[in-house]
T-cell receptor, first 114, second 111 residues
């Protein structure tokens, strides 16, 4: 079974630009979550999607948005990039609400904002 | 509110010695607890979980974890550490439509 894939793996953007990251979950998984990982803040929850509906959202500004498509693939968008948005963005999928409950993570997208 | 705490930023252990990475949790109701490992420039990998049943759960790569309800702890253990176990370890608890992760503990196994 193929794992979670994320594209692109690396991105360099300039302040003020916007960026779109993509995530393809494990086949059959309908729950997709996004996280931001930085050395100082650890792993911060961004949002969770299930069947094209956002069910939960972390404490991030409205510049961070996402969506999920009917095939469960998900995208997240960050508009008006700031230097502090530089981070590793991780996508995870799970079989929620069914067991097993663990999440499976993609390799991440490393975003650098200059 | 649900939360997990990993009190140690870093744990150093000699190769061949037992290791413990600590995690405590705060949840209402029965906790669903997880351990993940992250190697450099990689995503997180699932190690093991506690949902219900035996308090000692076994997972990948020889790791195990002990669920202790009275101490609200879920410590990760391994009887004999390997240099290749050096990585960043995260404890997590399942919430409503989200997972809450600890701040991570860097494990360094010294040869």
């Amino acid at each position: 079974k193929a794992g979670v894939t994320q594209t692109p793996r690396y991105l360099i953007k300039t302040r003020g630009q916007q960026v779109t990251l993509s995530c393809s979950p494990i086949s059959g998984h309908r729950s997709v979550s996004w996280y931001q990982q930085t050395p100082g803040q650890g792993l911060q929850f961004l949002f969770e999607y299930f069947s094209e509906t956002q069910r939960n959202k972390g404490n991030f500004p409205g510049r961070f948005s996402g969506r999920q498509f009917s095939n469960s693939r998900s995208e997240m968008n960050v508009s008006t990039l700031e230097l502090g948005d530089s981070a590793l963005y991780l996508c995870a999928s799970s079989s929620l609400p069914a067991e097993p409950y663990e999440q499976y993570f993609g390799p991440g997208t490393r975003l650098t904002v200059t | 509110a649900q939360s997990v705490a990993q009190p140690e930023d870093q744990v150093n252990v000699a190769e061949g010695n037992p290791l413990t990475v600590k995690c405590t949790y705060s949840v209402s109701g029965n906790p669903y607890l997880f351990w993940y490992v992250q190697y450099p420039n990689r995503g997180l990998q699932f190690l093991l979980k506690y949902i219900t049943g035996d308090n000692l759960v076994k997972g990948s790569y020889g790791f195990e974890a002990e669920f202790n309800k009275s101490q609200t702890s879920f410590h990760l253990k391994k009887p004999s550490a390997l240099v290749s176990d050096s990585a960043l370890y995260f404890c997590a608890v399942k919430g409503t439509y989200k997972y809450i992760f600890g701040t991570g503990t860097r494990l360094k196994v010294l040869a």
